[in-house]
């Protein structure tokens, strides 16, 4: 009698679903996953210095039985899992780096870490997510290579470095992984980044540009030194500089079509002068400027250098301009199509009433490298305890930065289920 009551039971049963299944997975792995990501955040290493991160992620990954290639843009680590059975090849990705940040907060495992920036001797931190990131990645590469007879096509796995930018002189990132031909038959990538401020369980999504293009520059204003009390004497340069910025950011409010997107001009450096009596002969201004659309980016670029260089002749000055100064990344966009495609697997991995769509942030990715290569979605997933309110979040690339690492088992289902389902759409 017990028996025919358990197969009736059986019988009954709802048959188990891919978000379960992977949703089921992904807990029997967090414990691991935050043990991951803990190693990380005690050992941080700065961009293009990953060495040991590098090492901990290859050992992994050739634990799991995947072939690895290591060195790539100089520390990043990629593994192809090959499902043997015709299909798309997915890139997954994860930015590996920690920023020159001394950590403040009292954790068990608060990096303690030193490195070396800009020839300077400087504590280290994982103060945007990075670790999270590599741990959610590592979380869905086992979770994929164990259900391997269910994939059609592949899966690369690539843990970027120098996400924050190379160090002076040096290539690096995800610009430098497309040169060396990570995506080189790739047909889609995801990624995503934990998120200070979102609640725990949410995923944020958006059409087209979420993420701004950023481009540093730098304007030098030559003028012609004299004695402070002679000023008519002089060319004087700290007056121009002080126009020019001035003049900069009237090129946002009074030239760009901002109902469009947003838009940012900013003077973030001024160097000149040593005396309170000197004029000196030059002054050094060093900003950045975010866009969200390569039409506005076209035109900003252009009116910097108008702007610049009209003040310049008014003052009699000269101006050097150099835009982009040592870097510079396109818009972070997420492919319309592929983003349509997609959402009904975020609402079925997050839950109804869990998936955001919200508006494009001024920060910048260089995921945006990839995607210029072949279509992707970048997202957002919340890391914000539920009971902390949003504005007493801390910020990224801060000393008190910090997530609620119950975040991570999101970010993990999205990873493998963004995978699964499009290998099966396609």
């Given at each position: 009698m017990?028996?025919s009551?358990l197969?009736?039971?059986?019988?009954s049963?709802?048959?188990?679903?891919?978000?379960d299944?992977v949703s089921?997975?992904?807990?029997?792995?967090?414990?691991?996953?935050?043990?991951w990501?803990?190693?990380?955040h005690?050992h941080?290493e700065?961009?293009?210095?990953?060495?040991?991160?590098a090492?901990?992620?290859?050992a992994y990954?050739?634990?799991?039985?995947?072939?690895?290639?290591?060195?790539?843009?100089?520390?990043?680590?990629?593994?192809m899992?090959?499902s043997g059975?015709?299909?798309?090849?997915i890139a997954?990705?994860?930015d590996?780096?920690?920023?020159?940040?001394?950590?403040e907060?009292?954790?068990?495992?608060r990096?303690r870490a030193?490195?070396?920036?800009?020839?300077?001797?400087?504590?280290?931190?994982?103060?945007?997510?990075?670790d999270?990131?590599?741990?959610?990645l590592?979380g869905?590469?086992?979770?994929?290579t164990?259900?391997?007879s269910?994939?059609?096509?592949?899966?690369?796995?690539v843990?970027?470095?120098?996400e924050?930018?190379?160090?002076?002189?040096?290539?690096?990132?995800?610009?430098?992984?497309?040169?060396?031909?990570?995506?080189?038959?790739?047909?889609?990538?995801?990624?995503?980044?934990?998120?200070s401020?979102?609640?725990?369980?949410?995923v944020e999504?958006?059409?087209g540009?979420?993420m701004a293009?950023?481009?540093?520059f730098?304007i030098?204003?030559?003028?012609?030194?004299?004695h402070?009390?002679?000023?008519?004497?002089s060319?004087?340069?700290?007056?121009?500089?002080?126009?020019?910025?001035m003049?900069?950011?009237?090129i946002?409010?009074?030239e760009?079509?901002?109902?469009e997107?947003?838009?940012?001009?900013?003077?973030g450096?001024?160097h000149?002068?040593?005396?309170?009596n000197?004029?000196p002969?030059?002054?050094?201004?060093?900003?950045?400027?975010?866009?969200?659309n390569?039409?506005?980016?076209?035109?900003?670029?252009?009116?910097v250098?108008?702007?610049?260089n009209?003040i310049?002749q008014?003052?009699?000055?000269e101006?050097?301009v150099?835009?982009?100064?040592?870097?510079?990344?396109p818009?972070?966009?997420?492919d319309?199509q592929?983003?349509?495609?997609?959402?009904?697997?975020?609402?079925?991995t997050a839950?109804?009433?869990k998936?955001?769509?919200?508006?494009?942030?001024t920060?910048?990715?260089d995921?945006?490298?990839?995607?210029?290569?072949?279509?992707g979605?970048?997202?957002?997933?919340?890391?914000?305890p539920?009971?902390?309110?949003?504005?007493?979040?801390?910020?990224?690339?801060t000393?008190?930065?910090?997530?609620?690492?119950s975040?991570?088992?999101?970010?993990?289902?999205l990873?493998?289920?963004?995978?699964l389902?499009?290998?099966?759409?396609?």
């Amino acid at each position: 009698m017990k028996h025919s009551i358990l197969f009736v039971a059986m019988l009954s049963a709802a048959p188990l679903t891919q978000a379960d299944s992977v949703s089921e997975r992904a807990s029997e792995i967090e414990p691991k996953v935050i043990e991951w990501r803990r190693h990380f955040h005690q050992h941080p290493e700065l961009s293009n210095r990953e060495f040991e991160t590098a090492k901990y992620i290859e050992a992994y990954l050739r634990d799991l039985g995947l072939p690895v290639q290591t060195g790539v843009a100089k520390t990043g680590v990629v593994a192809m899992l090959d499902s043997g059975k015709p299909g798309p090849t997915i890139a997954l990705r994860a930015d590996m780096d920690g920023l020159p940040v001394p950590e403040e907060n009292d954790l068990p495992f608060r990096s303690r870490a030193i490195g070396e920036y800009n020839g300077n001797e400087v504590p280290v931190m994982h103060a945007c997510g990075h670790d999270t990131h590599m741990a959610m990645l590592m979380g869905a590469a086992k979770i994929l290579t164990e259900m391997k007879s269910e994939l059609t096509g592949k899966v690369k796995f690539v843990f970027q470095p120098a996400e924050e930018g190379a160090p002076a002189g040096e290539e690096g990132g995800a610009e430098l992984m497309v040169k060396e031909g990570v995506m080189k038959d790739v047909d889609v990538v995801f990624g995503l980044h934990i998120s200070s401020d979102t609640d725990v369980g949410v995923v944020e999504y958006r059409h087209g540009g979420i993420m701004a293009a950023v481009d540093p520059f730098k304007i030098v204003v030559k003028g012609k030194q004299a004695h402070g009390a002679y000023p008519w004497l002089s060319v004087d340069p700290i007056t121009t500089a002080a126009q020019i910025v001035m003049g900069l950011q009237t090129i946002v409010s009074r030239e760009l079509p901002l109902t469009e997107d947003a838009a940012v001009v900013t003077v973030g450096s001024i160097h000149g002068g040593n005396r309170s009596n000197i004029i000196p002969n030059e002054v050094e201004l060093v900003g950045t400027i975010r866009t969200l659309n390569q039409s506005m980016r076209d035109q900003l670029h252009q009116a910097v250098h108008r702007k610049a260089n009209s003040i310049a002749q008014s003052m009699r000055a000269e101006v050097e301009v150099t835009l982009p100064l040592d870097y510079s990344y396109p818009v972070t966009y997420n492919d319309p199509q592929l983003m349509d495609k997609m959402l009904p697997t975020l609402h079925r991995t997050a839950g109804e009433g869990k998936v955001h769509e919200v508006k494009a942030v001024t920060g910048a990715e260089d995921f945006s490298f990839f995607q210029q290569e072949v279509p992707g979605v970048y997202l957002f997933v919340g890391g914000k305890p539920l009971q902390l309110p949003r504005e007493e979040a801390p910020a990224h690339h801060t000393p008190e930065f910090k997530i609620d690492e119950s975040g991570m088992k999101l970010g993990v289902e999205l990873l493998t289920n963004l995978t699964l389902d499009y290998m099966r759409a396609e």
